[in-house]
């Protein structure tokens, strides 16, 4: 199995970002910690940080071809990219939203996601866990 893992915006700036809300981890941490999970499960990984939508875009169309499953996280764009929930409807291949705190239990404008519908699942509120539960629940999506 393959898994892409696509992180949006602001997300280069996790560790020193509002760490009482992300946490203290840098996003090197975090891809670490997939890369480690990802192993013993025997799953290829790779990561990315993209900040803007169109280079999500971008990156969602091309896993098309190079993953079995992605793993999201867009940051605000969460909320309100239309563009991406329709590149993730297109590709046709599963896609976790992943989120490091818990987005219904923030701002109003913040607890809702345009992207959940055309996703496979979501995993939010867990910090860093949030990504290593959702690789696992992806270990276990049957691969076409």
């Known amino acids: 199995m393959r898994v892409h893992v696509i992180h949006g915006p602001n997300l280069n700036l996790l560790g020193e970002r509002e760490p ?11 891809d670490a910690e997939i890369a480690e999970a990802a192993r013993a499960l025997g799953i290829e990984v790779s990561c990315a940080q993209y900040s803007s939508e169109g280079a999500i875009v971008d990156a969602l169309h091309a896993a098309r071809a ?11 764009y969460t909320h309100y990219s239309y563009a991406i929930a329709d590149a993730i409807a297109a ?4 896609v976790v939203e992943v989120h490091l705190s818990n987005i219904a239990a923030r701002e109003a404008f ?6 959940a519908p055309v996703c496979r699942g979501s995993v939010a509120g867990f910090g860093s866990d949030s990504y290593v539960a959702a690789l696992h629940a992806a270990s276990k999506i049957p691969i076409k």
Not at 110 to 115: K, P, T
Request: aromatic letters at 4%.
């Open 91 to 94: 590709i046709r291949i599963p």
């Open 20 to 30: 009482d809300v992300y946490g203290s981890k840098t996003l090197a941490d975090i």
């Open 110 to 115: 913040r607890s809702h996601s345009v992207v």
């Open 66 to 76: 190079a993953a079995d499953v992605v793993l999201i996280n867009p940051g605000a």
